[in-house]
C-alpha cells in the first residue's frame, strides 16, 4: 500500500467517525424539538382564559358574534386538527397570524429579535468576560479574600430573582430615590422626544440598554464565575503545572498558557448551553424595562392568550436552545480530545 492512501485513511475514517457523531446529535435534537412542539401546544391550549372574550373586552358582543369569532379564529375545531395544523405550519416555516395584532407572527418575530439579540448579546459578552476573569483570579488564588468576596458575591446575585433585581435598580437608577434623580431611562429603547438620528440615536439607545443588560449580567456572570472556579482549582495539583513552574515559567504565563486553556472545556460548554437559554430569559427582563424584543412580545401576548403568537415565539425560543446545545456538543467534541476518541 502507497504512502498516500495509508496517509488518507486515518483521515477518512475520522472524518466518517464525526459525520456518524453529528448525525446522531442531529436526530436527538430533532427528536426534542418535536417532542417541545408537542409540549408547548398542549400547555398553550389548556390555559384556562378565553381568549375570544378577552379580544372583544369593552365591546357589546353578541353569543353568535362571538361563535363567529372562534370559527374564523379556528377555535371550533378539535384539539387534534388545530394541532396537526401547528405541526404543518411549523414544519413549512409558518408560524400563524396574531390575533391581538393583526399581523402575520413571522413579520412581528423579525421586528423585535433585532433589539433581543442586542440585549442578549451585549449581555452574554460582558458576562463571559467578567464570569470567566473573576472565575480564574478566584480559583488560581481559592481561599483569599478576593475569592472569599467575588463568590459570595457571585452565588448572592445568582440566586436574587430576576424580576426582583430589575425593579430594585429600576427604582434605583430610574425613578431615583429621595432626592437623587433618575439616572436611566424607565423603559423602551428610544425616546420617541429626541427623535435622534445617527450618533444621537446610538447614543439614546445605549442609555436605554443599560438597565437591562445590567439586570442580566448580574445574574448571569456569576454561573461562569462558579464553573471556571472549580475548573481551576481541579487543574491546579496536574503534574503538567509542576513540569510548566519547573521549566522556569512565572506563575502568570503557568496560569495564562496551561491551566486556562484547559479549565476552560467545561465553561465553553456551558456559555453555549446558556446563550440559548439567554434568549428566554429575556422574557423577565423585557417586560420589566418594556424593552420592545421577543420576550417583551410574550409577555403582551399571555394577556389574551395570543395563541399563535405565542406558539410562534415559542418555537423561536426552544429552537434556540436546541440549537445552541447542538452547538456545544460539536465545539466540545473539538475541543476535548477524550471526547473525539470515545
Known sequence: MSSASTATAPARTASGTFLRYLGSKLGAALVSFLITLVIGFVIFNLMPSDPVRTLTRGRPTSEAQLAQIRVQLGLDE???????????????????????????VSSLVGERLGPTLLLMGTSAVISVALGLWLGVRSGWRHGSLFDRV???????????????????????????????????????????????????????????????????????????????????????????????????????????????????LPSVTVIFMHLGTLVTGAITVESVYSWPG?????????????????????????????????LADVAYRFLDPRVRAQ
Not at 425613578?175 to 427623535?195: E, H, K, R, W, Y
Not at 417583551?296 to 440549537?323: C, H, M, R
Open 78 to 104: 378539535p384539539v387534534w386538527m388545530r394541532f396537526l395544523t401547528f405541526v404543518n405550519d411549523t414544519l413549512h416555516f409558518r408560524l400563524g397570524y396574531s390575533w391581538q395584532f393583526q399581523e402575520s
Open 294 to 326: 421577543l420576550g417583551y412580545l410574550t409577555y403582551e401576548a399571555l394577556k389574551i392568550p395570543d395563541l399563535p403568537l405565542l406558539q410562534g415565539t415559542f418555537i423561536i425560543f426552544s429552537a434556540s436552545v436546541i440549537v445552541m446545545n447542538l
Open 150 to 264: 467575588s463568590s459570595g458575591v457571585s452565588l448572592t446575585l445568582w440566586s436574587v430573582p430576576t424580576f426582583w433585581l430589575g425593579m430594585i435598580l429600576l427604582i434605583t437608577l430610574s425613578v431615583g430615590v429621595g432626592p437623587i434623580p433618575g439616572l436611566f431611562p424607565a423603559g423602551g429603547m428610544t425616546d420617541p422626544a429626541l427623535n435622534a438620528n445617527g450618533l444621537e440615536h446610538v447614543l439614546d439607545v445605549a442609555r436605554h440598554l443599560v438597565l437591562p443588560a445590567l439586570t442580566m449580567v448580574l445574574v448571569v456572570f456569576a454561573q461562569y464565575v462558579t464553573i471556571m472556579r472549580s475548573s481551576i482549582i481541579d487543574e491546579l495539583g496536574s503534574p503538567y503545572l509542576l513540569t510548566a513552574r519547573a521549566k522556569g515559567l512565572t506563575d502568570a504565563e503557568v496560569r495564562r498558557r496551561h491551566a486556562v486553556p484547559n479549565a476552560l
